[in-house]
Nanobody
Framework: QVQLVESGGGLVQPGGSLTLSCAAS????????MGWVRQAPEKELEWVST????????SYSDSVKGRFTISKDNAENTLTLQMNSLKPEDSAVYFC?????????????????RGQGTQVTVSS
C-alpha cells in the first residue's frame, strides 16, 4: 500500500526558507518519478515540480523556478522540496505525489498517489 507522508510545513516570513519532506513507502521509490503540487484556498491545484526516478532530471513551474529545489534520496525513500525566497503567493497546502512511471511526464497531473498535504503560510 502506497503511503506518502509530508512534513516540514509552517509559518515563515516573506523572503524566508522552508524545507518540505515526504516519506514514501509501499512501492519501489527509485523507479518512481515524484513531485509536488499545491493548492491555495479557492484556487485550482497547481503543479510545482517533478523529479525522475533516478533523481537526475527535474522540472519546475515558472512560478518557482530558481527559488525551489526538488531532490530525492532513493536510499532513504525521501522526497524533499527546498523552498527559498518565499513569497506570500507561495502560501498553500503542498502535496507530495507519486507517478506510475520513472520519467517526467508531460501531463504533470498524471500521478497515481497523493499524500495528505502540509500547510505552508508565508506572511509577515
Amino acid at each position: 500500500q502506497v503511503q506518502l507522508v509530508e512534513s516540514g510545513g509552517g509559518l515563515v516570513q516573506p523572503g524566508g526558507s522552508l524545507t518540505l519532506s515526504c516519506a514514501a513507502s509501499g512501492f519501489t521509490f527509485s523507479t518512481a518519478a515524484m513531485g509536488w503540487v499545491r493548492q491555495a484556498p479557492e484556487k485550482e491545484l497547481e503543479w510545482v515540480s517533478t523529479i525522475n526516478g533516478l533523481g537526475d532530471s527535474t522540472s519546475y513551474s515558472d512560478s518557482v523556478k530558481g527559488r525551489f529545489t526538488i531532490s530525492k534520496d532513493n536510499a532513504e525513500n525521501t522526497l524533499t522540496l527546498q523552498m527559498n525566497s518565499l513569497k506570500p503567493e507561495d502560501s498553500a497546502v503542498y502535496f507530495c505525489v507519486k507517478y506510475p512511471v520513472s520519467v517526467i511526464l508531460q501531463d504533470r497531473f498524471a500521478y497515481d498517489s497523493r499524500g495528505q498535504g502540509t500547510q505552508v503560510t508565508v506572511s509577515s
